[in-house]
Nanobody, 119 residues
Framework: QVQLVESGGGLVQPGGSLRLSCAAS????????TGWYRQAPGKQRELVAG???????YYADSVQGRFTISRDNAKNTVYLQMNSLKPEDTAVYYCNADISTRVVRTNYWGQGTPVNVSS
């Protein structure tokens, strides 16, 4: 089985930084596109940033220039560097990945890591 485990969330003051990590484990043959989503209380889950297997990146307008997504293929890990954090960035952040094993290609979600931007 494949698992995605996020880490790095927490409480940070406005203007601060956090780096989220998402490690994939299991019988992984290949990881295709990966992304970070977030869901604030009372709101729908939204795409924050994504990265393709080729390294192309894309961002939501609200985080462009402040967040950076990257991946380490050797470690099966994707990162989200978040700078200049704002209170409106407060949410549970989820990792998503399109992964193939020897049997099937499936979309996976992590359990989420909370980010609270507050003074």
């Amino acid at each position: 089985q494949v698992q995605l485990v996020e880490s790095g969330g927490g409480l940070v003051q406005p203007g601060g930084s956090l780096r989220l990590s998402c490690a994939a484990s299991g019988s992984i043959l290949r990881i295709f596109s990966t992304g970070w989503y977030r869901q604030a209380p009372g709101k729908q889950r939204e795409l924050v940033a994504g990265i393709t297997s080729g390294g192309s990146t894309y961002y939501a307008d609200s985080v462009q220039g402040r967040f950076t997504i990257s991946r380490d293929n050797a470690k099966n890990t994707v990162y989200l560097q978040m700078n200049s954090l704002k209170p409106e960035d407060t949410a549970v952040y989820y990792c998503n990945a399109d992964i193939s094993t020897r049997v099937v290609r499936t979309n996976y979600w992590g359990q989420g890591t909370p980010v609270n931007v507050s003074s």
